[in-house]
């Protein structure tokens, strides 16, 4: 079985997604149960003060019992914000350990601030948490957040919500290499061709929210990028052709040609 | 009289309470929260035994939509 396998935990589908942009809370279960994404990231926020006893809270549609909840540190632009929610949500989450980080630098980019993350993961490390890292595409800075302990490398294909694919897949490919931690694209995945392109070059999964909730149809587009994890896993397995820079061969024999050759 | 700020909003209340009791009182006690009184984290075992003072500062969290 091809399982994905973070930290202690083994997974069919290597799609997971976040919860955040959706429409309504039915919008958003309608997309995650098309995606058959296993994991679902969530953000932690103060609870509603005015809560009525009936308003459904988030778990209440994707419930823990049936999905892997994974918490996030969206917001958080230093490493005691970040260690100070996730221990948080370990606490909401009955001690569940598994967790997302990002500490991000700036609020216009959400491009990470690699050196505070790294801060957090040491702490969040040596807390027992299994770290799943938010970072850049910096061979340097994931190999340390391997070594410090982290669970998973999550580094962006390019800005968080911009949709651009995949910028720079010789980076990716550099650090699918290097690691021996799950590599997962999280941030800029578009649409299905840039999962496909991600699980193609080695990736051991691909995390996306924008792309679903902000396609026009997000059920349609959960199940495609079903289908894209899948397809680009299988070609990655597969092993693909020599690419033949500046020739090419034909597919067709040379033998019994009728055709005179010029 | 008691008064605490709870998510950033100020709250009186007129007797000691305990945690467990301001959490009923927001109809929360069903709901998958966590809840910290000064920046500590408070075990929901300890929910009952963990009386709210003057000027303790509560935050109460839930987990929302995110990516």
Redesign the interface.
Known sequence: MDNLKIGNSEYSSRLIV?????KNFEQ?KTAILASQAEIV???????N?G???SEP???DFIS?KEFT?L??T?GCYNAEDAV?TL???R???DGHTLVKLEVLGDPKTLFPDVSETILAATELVKDGFEVMVYTSDDPIIAKKLEDIGCVAIMPLASL??SGMGILNPWNLEIIIANSDIPVIVDAGVGTASDAVIAMELGCDAV????AIAHAQDPEKMASAMRLAVLSGRQAFLAGRMKKNIYSASPSSPERGLIARKT | MISVQINGEEKVFATEVNLEWVIDSLSLQNKKIAVEINEQIIPRSEYTKTLIKSGDSIEIVAAVGGG
Do not use: C, D, F
């Open positions: 976040g919860t955040g942009k959706y958003t990231t969530v953000a932690i926020r103060r609870t003060l809560q009525n006893p809270n988030l778990l823990p909840i918490p996030n969206a100070r221990r948080l949500a606490e909401l989450l968080i919500g995390l996306m929210n924008t």
